[in-house]
């Protein structure tokens, strides 16, 4: 039997008006060398002037991930030589970074998992490279964006808690409002660390770099899976290395050896100076974080006894999530509330391809549309006809029953009237009626609402005309 076990660093650019050291913009830009600035480009005598904004970011993500937050801000130099990184040497954190031995629980198969936290730091990005066949061109649009790198422990045993914490930890950054976490735009992307040990030691450390997506970490965990346990199968020994992914199949390729490794001689950035974090800035900062996903999951479920798709469906974004909680803030029923934003709203985006901060329909007025269901205003039908026209217009939903006239007749003696028209027109098929063949009693219901314009009560019609039919009987 073989014991696996992974461990991973995640990279995830933050949003931000700036760069973490530097003016230049903080955007993605699709013109090459657009965003940059003196000091992304490395000239001499330009001195860096952190970020504050990207600072609080990165220690509202420590706290999300009950991290232990350092006494000051301190950065440090990362010192090497890469075409990317022009001054010769990374700015980034590691005698202080912004969080240290925290956790992430994650939900892997019904139960809960707690993985560990290492440390969390930021850092500036570096430039990206395009490689061709004869040569590179350098876009430093991305250097000096600022970076977080989440360094889990070694404590994950599967390529499912593996990917499992990575949508968990994007849905937390995203939650947390300071990244969109999207891997497509280079937001954010991994270093795999994967072991195969036939004993229960930890093995020989594979680390996998610049894994660009949550689909290839999953193929690098199964190649590097397969790969090193046909090595222990055949007597032989994992080397501790790094490679790299073929995005193309799959596979890994040696890069360097644990004898290349490098020695980065890190010391104290000596040109920004030390940043007291204070009490009155931690506790401004932890107002600003939400209930995350899994918490809202787990309090969808046992307050408001919604099953775990619903569940799932409701908190996969944030601001669908938001618009479900306050209409039940609003005293809205939770799963008639749940039943509209997760059937007819969440259709309606899906189908736009928009998001819910794009079409006008307040929670208030999902609100008030369960109330006229509830108290026979109009029927379930007459309802997603009114948020069609919620929808489209932005109305409120008596504004438009009223112009639509769509009121219910809910008086007796009326819906009666109408019943016994429609018996005497259709008397030949009433006299045919049959308590078991439910397809008749539909067709008489269909033909007072067709007399009523769909305004007769469905459940007094049908109540009254099966006292009716049932007159016919022998």
């Known amino acids: 039997m073989y014991k696996v076990t992974i461990g991973l660093e995640v990279h995830c650019e933050l949003e931000s008006n700036s760069k973490v050291f530097s003016p230049a913009v903080n955007g993605y830009n699709e013109n090459p060398n657009a965003n940059v600035a003196y000091q992304d480009l490395g000239f001499p005598g330009i001195l860096p002037v952190a970020n504050e904004e990207a600072i609080k970011r990165a220690l509202k993500v420590s706290m999300a991930l009950n991290c232990k937050t350092p006494d000051e801000i301190i950065f440090d130099r990362k010192n090497y030589y890469y075409p990317d990184l022009p001054k010769g040497y990374q700015i980034t954190q590691m005698t202080k970074p912004v969080g240290i031995n925290g956790y992430l629980n994650i939900e892997v198969d019904g139960k809960i998992k707690k993985v560990d936290i290492h440390d969390i730091h930021l850092e500036e990005d570096t430039a990206s490279l395009d490689h061709y066949d004869t040569y590179s061109l350098i876009d430093y649009n991305r250097s000096g964006i600022p970076l977080i790198e989440t360094v889990t422990e070694p404590c994950m045993h599967s390529k499912e808690e593996a990917l499992t914490f990575l949508e968990t930890l994007r849905s937390l950054i995203v939650y947390c409002g300071v990244s969109q976490a999207r891997s497509d735009k280079g937001q954010m992307r991994c270093d795999v660390n994967v072991s195969v040990s036939d004993t229960n030691e930890l093995g020989s450390k594979v680390e996998i770099k610049n894994v660009n997506s949550f689909y290839n970490v999953g193929r690098a965990i ?146 008030e549309l369960i109330d006229l269901i509830d108290n026979k205003t109009i029927s379930s039908k007459q309802a997603k006809e009114v948020f069609e026209d919620m929808v489209n217009t932005g109305k409120e939903p008596k504004d438009i029953v009223k112009e639509k006239g769509m009121m219910q007749i809910t008086d007796d003696s009326a819906i009666h009237d109408v019943v016994m028209e429609v018996l005497k027109e259709n008397e030949e098929q009433a006299k045919e009626y049959n308590p078991e063949k439910t397809r008749m009693i539909d067709f008489f219901v269909g033909q007072v609402m067709k007399k009523t314009r769909g305004k007769a009560n469905p459940a007094k019609t049908m109540q009254m005309l099966k006292e009716e039919l049932a007159k016919y009987v022998k």
Not at 313 to 328: G, P
């Open 222 to 367: 199964d190649f590097e899976i397969e790969r090193q346990t046909k090595i222990l199968q055949n007597g032989g020994v994992v080397e501790q290395e790094t490679r790299r992914l073929d995005d193309e199949t799959g596979e890994t390729f040696h890069m360097r050896s644990k004898v290349d490794a490098v020695d980065y001689k890190y010391f104290i950035e000596p040109n920004i100076s030390p940043t007291p974090v204070t009490y009155e800035m931690l506790d401004e900062i932890r107002k600003t974080i939400p209930m995350l996903q899994l918490e809202r999951k787990q309090m969808y479920k046992s307050k408001y006894d919604l099953c775990e798709y619903d569940s799932d469906v409701l908190v996969k974004v944030k601001e669908n999530s938001d618009f479900f909680n306050e209409c039940v803030e609003l005293g809205a029923d939770p799963k008639k509330a749940c039943n509209w934003v997760t059937g007819m709203l969440m259709g309606y985006l899906n189908t736009n391809e928009i998001t819910i901060d794009k079409v006008p329909i307040k929670p208030v007025m999902i609100k």
